[in-house]
C-alpha cells in the first residue's frame, strides 16, 4: 500500500484548551492544512480512561471542536470529526488488540505513571492500541508528535508491520516527525513544569477562552526570578525566560533579539500581556459568534468524509484475519403473521 502525505491529529477533551495546545499543535494544523491532507479529530473515546462525568465530557468536547473551527481549521480542506461517531475506531482497536502483546503495551510510560491501583480502568493499559487504531485507520504517513509521545507512534509501527508480515500488505507503517519548532510554554506559576489543561493550579495556565482581563492578571502575576535584568537563559532564569518564549511565539521574533528591548519584568509581562490578547482575541470572537448546531453540523459532515476511508481500512483488516469480508446485510422485514415470524412478537427485555 503507497504511503500518502496524509497527516493526523487529535485533541482529548479532558480540559479546557490552554495556549500551549495552541502554539504547539493547533497553530501547526492550521497552517499545514493548506499544503497537505489533514485529520483532525476530538478524542472523546480517549477520555474515557479516566473518571469523568458525562455531561462535561459532552460539553468539552462541543468546546474543543468549536476552539478547533474558531482557530482556523477548515472543515472544507480537513477531516475534522468526533471519534465515537465513527465506530471503526472501537472496531478496528480491538482487531489490533488481537495482534498486540501485553508486555508491549504494560511497559508505555503513561500506564507505568498513572496505572498500577486497584481503580485503574483496563482502557487506561489498552489505550494506546486505540490510539494505534486512530492512526492506521486513515492512512496516514506522518503522524507529528512531541517527544514524549514518540513511543506510541512506535507501537503503532511495530503493530502495523507485524499485521503486514502475518496477514499481508494491509497498512500504511506511519512513521513520527518531530513538530515545527514551537516555543515550550510552561506554567506561569511554576517555570519548571509545562502548562497543562489538567494542572491542578490554573493560576499560572493561560486557557484559550480566559477573558482578556484574566489573561493580564495571570501573566502580571507570573513567576520570574531573581535579579532585575531581562535576559533569555533558560536555565538561570526560567521564569523570565517563558515570558520570552510566550512573547516570540506571538510576535514571530526570537526570544534572545526580544530581551534587550525590555529593561524591568513589569514591561515585560505588559508585553507579552497585550501580545497574548491580541492573538487569541479574535480565536475568542469567532468561536462565541458559532452555535452549537454549527459545530455539530460541522462535526456530522466530517465524520461522513471520514467514514468511507474508515470502514474500508476495517473491510481489509477483517479479510485479512479471516472474518467476513463484506458487510453482513440486513434482512427484508418479514410481513407481520407471516409463518417466520408471529404476529405479535414478545416485548424486549
Avoid: W
Avoid at 480517549?46 to 465530557?57: F, G, I, K, Q
Avoid at 494542572?199 to 495571570?218: E, I, M, Y
Avoid at 525566560?241 to 510566550?246: E, F, I, R
Amino acid at each position: 500500500m503507497s504511503h500518502t502525505d496524509r497527516r493526523i491529529s487529535g485533541f482529548k477533551p479532558t480540559g479546557a484548551l490552554q495556549l500551549g495546545n495552541y502554539l504547539g499543535a493547533i497553530a501547526p494544523v492550521v497552517r499545514g492544512q493548506h499544503a497537505q491532507p489533514t485529520v483532525v479529530f476530538v478524542a472523546d473515546l480517549h477520555a474515557l480512561t479516566v473518571p469523568h462525568d458525562p455531561h462535561r465530557l459532552r460539553e468539552l468536547s462541543l468546546q474543543v471542536a468549536g476552539l478547533l473551527l474558531a482557530a482556523g481549521v477548515d472543515p472544507r480542506r480537513s477531516v475534522l470529526y468526533r471519534q465515537s461517531d465513527l465506530p471503526a475506531h472501537a472496531e478496528l482497536h480491538y482487531l489490533l488488540e488481537c495482534v498486540a502483546g501485553y508486555g508491549e503495551v504494560h511497559r508505555m510510560i503513561q500506564f507505568k505513571e498513572k496505572g498500577g491501583g486497584s481503580g485503574t480502568r483496563l482502557s487506561l493499559l489498552t489505550y494506546p492500541v486505540l490510539m494505534a487504531a486512530d492512526i492506521l485507520l486513515h492512512d496516514i504517513a506522518e503522524v507529528p508528535v512531541g517527544r514524549d509521545q514518540r513511543q506510541h507512534v512506535e507501537l503503532t509501527r511495530d503493530l502495523a508491520l507485524r499485521f503486514n508480515e502475518r496477514y499481508g500488505p494491509v497498512f500504511t507503517v506511519p512513521r513520527a516527525v518531530l513538530p515545527e519548532v514551537a516555543a515550550r510554554v510552561a506554567d506561569l506559576a511554576d517555570p519548571t513544569a509545562k502548562m497543562g489543561k489538567t494542572n491542578a493550579s490554573t493560576n499560572g495556565v493561560l486557557f484559550l477562552l480566559d477573558p482578556p482581563d484574566v489573561l493580564r492578571r495571570k501573566i502580571m502575576r507570573a513567576v520570574t526570578d531573581a535579579g532585575t535584568e531581562v535576559g533569555y537563559d533558560p536555565e538561570r532564569k526560567p521564569g523570565v525566560s517563558n515570558l520570552l518564549d510566550l512573547l516570540s511565539a506571538c510576535t514571530g521574533e526570537a526570544p534572545e533579539r526580544i530581551a534587550p528591548q525590555y529593561h524591568s519584568y513589569g514591561s515585560l509581562k505588559a508585553a507579552t500581556a497585550d501580545a497574548v490578547i491580541a492573538m487569541l482575541e479574535p480565536i475568542q470572537r469567532r468561536y462565541h459568534e458559532l452555535t452549537e448546531s454549527d459545530i455539530e453540523t460541522a462535526l456530522e459532515q466530517g465524520a461522513d468524509r471520514a467514514r468511507e476511508r474508515a470502514d474500508a481500512t476495517v473491510q481489509r483488516v477483517k479479510s485479512a484475519m479471516g472474518l467476513s469480508r463484506h458487510t453482513v446485510r440486513t434482512a427484508r422485514p418479514v410481513p407481520a403473521g407471516s409463518p417466520a415470524t408471529p404476529a405479535t412478537a414478545p416485548a424486549p427485555r
